[in-house]
């Protein structure tokens, strides 16, 4: 039971802009996160660069193809199309396509594929010809990784908020309960399956063993936070441990 990290570096990004300065340096800190034994990394670009940047995404791009060939780069955000002349210019390993508007302060739904279909199979067709893997946001409804499948998508990122953001034990099992028929949903039809939102050092380990065959769990807000406590390296470390790493 083993789900590869993806450190999501929005929140250092963030704390960057504060400041008209160069620290903390995001290309640096992905460094040490992917020396770590980070799978790979994630950003979500936005159009006001309130976070990353687009000199961000080139700058993490010519990190990962030159020292970490062997890992990867997520770009995720709403396919429009500044976004999508920027993936298709920094040629990720995988984009994960969002519902986001332009003033969200963070994700907080998944695709109406069914509302959507015929512009999602637009954008993923013209990502997928272009060699990058692509997953859809969904909400953790057992319906969605079938309307995933019909638009071409690769995998699904399943919106774990509703599970990670609640502190009510029963609440919570209900919501993983939700998660993980939508990932068995995903399987069975041949998708894999990504997750990311809200997760944590506590209620990770319980979502990797009720989901086995996660591929990835994309994770920025928490690992930050552990990271100031712990430094960037050993926030990854324990992250892997909880994705069910054998370290």
Not at 17 to 45: F, K, S
Not at 69 to 75: A, T
Not at 139 to 158: C, F, H, M, T, Y
Not at 195 to 209: C, E, I, K
């Amino acid at each position: 039971m083993t789900a590869r990290l993806s450190v999501n570096v929005n929140a250092i990004a963030y704390l960057r802009n504060r400041r008209d300065l160069p620290w903390p340096d995001v290309t640096e800190i992905g460094r040490i996160a992917l020396e770590a034994g980070a799978h790979g990394l994630t950003v979500h670009p936005r159009p006001d660069e309130r976070h990353i940047r687009r000199t961000d995404v080139s700058a993490l791009a010519r990190l990962i193809a030159a020292e970490f060939p062997d890992r990867e780069h997520n770009i995720e955000g709403n396919p429009q199309s500044d976004f999508i002349e920027l993936v298709e210019t920094a040629r990720p390993a995988q984009v994960t396509l969002v519902p986001d508007d332009a003033g969200q302060s963070t994700s907080d739904h998944g695709w109406n594929i069914a509302a959507r279909r015929d512009f999602l199979s637009s954008v993923v067709a013209r990502f997928k010809r272009a060699g990058i893997r692509v997953s859809l946001f969904v909400d953790a409804q057992p319906e969605n990784p079938s309307l995933a499948k019909a638009v071409g998508a690769d995998r699904i990122e399943i919106f774990t908020g509703p599970y990670g953001a609640t502190f009510d034990k029963v609440t919570r099992v209900q919501e993983l309960a939700k998660v993980t028929a939508t990932a068995h949903a995903a399987r069975d039809l041949g998708l894999e399956v990504n997750a990311g939102h809200d997760l944590t050092l506590d209620n990770l380990p319980p979502l990797v063993a009720a989901v086995p065959h996660l591929a990835e769990v994309s994770i920025g807000h928490a690992l930050t936070a552990d990271a100031l406590r712990f430094g960037m390296a050993e926030a990854v470390f324990r992250y892997r441990q909880a994705c069910g790493e054998p370290i």
